[in-house]
Each structure stands twice: as structure tokens, then as C-alpha cells.
């Protein structure tokens, strides 16, 4: 089995359009339970019934390799906002979360804490940028509006994969108010992060890292962070579901993947603390 610490997170990418195979689908259907086959009927769309029967296969297939349980024998129950939590006691401190997009399935686990992860296809996908100014921050939609149009669509993409993975590890969804907290990028491989005081949230508490693991998919991942602590390592995977573990593939090198992360220690400043300059996660 893999073994995986609370200073560590591993990401599992698994490409639901090159999956073909009509046993292999129907394999990954029997690991569902009674209410998610339900569930997967309930698409309309052919594409999206196969990424649903992909994503429930993926998550229980693999999560297997870190505790001794069957595939089929997951069970979860869904927090206040929707979030999934597993409940089976041999899980241990075993974290999980989900994003998919357009041709993509991400799975991010970690042995502890919180973690939050989001995916978005950022060359299917038209970016609607009219909504920045309704959930962007005013420096965010200043600083997003300010670049050359060709470079607008990716940094819209950038916030938005942000602002997603940081509520998704709060477990809060959209209760959290988008606009209440700030990205800005003081340099290439750098993200820093400012909090609205109604948020009584503190930067030093969150690692971020945006990668691009394909070159039409843009993936933030979010993290708790102990201040002075290093950021947690990351590893990544490309998987098909129900692969036996003796057959997975070693991790790449997520550092030619990185596009940024956050500095290591925050540089806030005392005079100016709401400065999203002088901050970092």
C-alpha cells in the first residue's frame, strides 16, 4: 500500500475522454454504490455520465492503495456544503478532494489537515469575464482588466482556480464571499493572498500552488500551511481507474509543472496588513 504524511499531497489526473474500453467502464460501474448509480443516470449528456462513472471509480480505486479497504466498500457522507468526508475508520487521517473540467478528473490526497483542489479546461472554456467585478476583489478585477486583452482570459482563470481550491479546503463552497479575499502576483513564481477582516483568516495559515499539468488545463491546489513549516511536498500521477498499484506509474516531476506557489514566509506589513502585496501564503 502507499503510504502518504500530512507533509505531503499527492495528485492523481485521470483522463476521462480516452477511456474506450466498454469492460473496463462497466467494471468501474460495479464499484458504484446504489445512489451513485442513480446519480450517473441522471445525466443527460453520454460525455457527462462516463466523467461522473470515471470520477466515482477513481476516487474509491484509489484510495484503496493507502488503507485496507475494497473499492466498493468506501463510504462517505457529505459535510454541510456538500463536501465529501470518508467515514470508514480504517481511513485514519486520510483527506481527499475532487475537481474535474473538460477532459480532466483531479484527485488530491493528503494524510491530514485540509486540502482543496480545482481544475478548469482554460481552451474549452470561454472565460465570462463580465462576472469579475461581481466576485473578484476590486484589486483583482483592477489588476485583471489592466493586462493586454490576450492575456486576459488565463489570469481570469487563475483567480477563479484560486478562489476555488482555498473554499473548497475551508469546506464553506460559495457561503465564503469570493470577493472578500485577494490574489495578487508580486512576481513569476510567487502568489500572495490578503483576507478582508470579516473573513478572520490569516494568510500564513495557506500554501497555494498553480500548476499546468496539460497544456489546455490549469490546476490550483490549496493547502494549511504552519507558519515557518516547508510547504507540503507534491507528487503527481496519471491514472486510469482500477489500475493495480504494482502497475502505477512513478510520480513526475511536479517542478516543471509549477507555474507559481507561494512564498514560504510572510512579509506582512504592520503598517499596511489588508495589503495584498504584503502578504503570502
Given amino acids: 500500500m502507499l503510504s502518504i504524511g500530512s507533509d505531503e499531497i499527492h495528485l492523481w489526473l485521470a483522463f476521462?475522454?480516452?477511456i474506450h474500453d466498454a469492460g473496463l467502464l462497466a467494471?468501474?460501474?460495479r464499484l458504484l454504490n446504489p445512489a451513485e448509480r442513480q446519480q450517473e443516470q441522471r445525466f443527460h449528456f453520454a460525455k457527462?455520465?462516463?466523467q461522473y462513472l470515471v470520477t466515482r471509480a477513481l476516487?474509491?480505486?484509489v484510495l484503496s492503495y493507502y488503507a485496507p479497504v475494497a473499492p466498493q466498500d468506501w463510504r462517505f457522507r457529505k459535510l454541510e456544503h456538500g463536501r465529501p468526508q470518508i467515514i470508514n475508520p480504517q481511513a485514519g487521517d486520510l483527506v481527499f478532494n475532487l475537481s474535474h473540467t473538460a477532459g480532466l478528473i483531479v484527485l488530491g490526497i493528503t494524510g491530514g489537515g485540509t486540502l482543496g483542489v480545482d481544475t478548469e479546461n482554460i481552451i474549452e472554456r470561454s472565460p465570462p469575464l463580465e462576472i469579475s467585478r461581481r466576485y473578484f476583489s476590486p484589486r483583482e478585477t483592477d489588476?485583471?482588466?489592466?493586462l493586454p486583452q490576450a492575456l486576459q482570459?488565463?489570469?481570469f482563470f487563475h483567480y477563479w482556480t484560486l478562489k476555488e481550491s482555498y473554499i473548497k479546503a475551508r469546506s464553506l463552497g460559495l457561503a465564503l464571499p469570493l470577493e472578500q479575499f485577494s490574489f495578487h502576483f508580486p512576481a513569476e513564481n510567487e502568489i500572495d493572498i490578503a483576507f478582508d477582516p470579516r473573513l478572520d483568516d490569516q494568510p500564513e495559515r495557506w500554501h497555494f500552488r498553480l500548476l499546468r499539468p496539460t497544456p489546455e488545463h490549469l490546476l490550483a491546489v490549496c493547502a494549511a500551511h504552519a507558519p515557518a513549516s516547508p510547504p507540503r511536498r507534491l507528487s503527481?500521477?496519471?491514472?486510469?481507474?482500477?489500475t493495480p498499484l504494482a502497475d502505477v506509474s512513478a510520480p513526475q516531476p511536479i517542478e516543471?509543472?509549477?507555474l507559481r506557489q507561494t512564498q514560504s514566509e510572510s512579509q506582512a506589513s504592520p503598517e499596511n496588513p489588508a495589503n495584498p502585496a504584503n502578504h503570502a501564503a
Fill in 256 to 258: 516543471t509543472l509549477l
Fill in 59 to 61: 476516487t474509491r480505486s
Fill in 236 to 242: 503527481l500521477r496519471r491514472i486510469v481507474p482500477l
Fill in 48 to 50: 457527462d455520465r462516463q
Fill in 153 to 155: 482570459a488565463e489570469r
Fill in 143 to 146: 489588476d485583471l482588466l489592466a
Fill in 27 to 29: 467494471a468501474c460501474r
Fill in 16 to 18: 476521462d475522454r480516452e
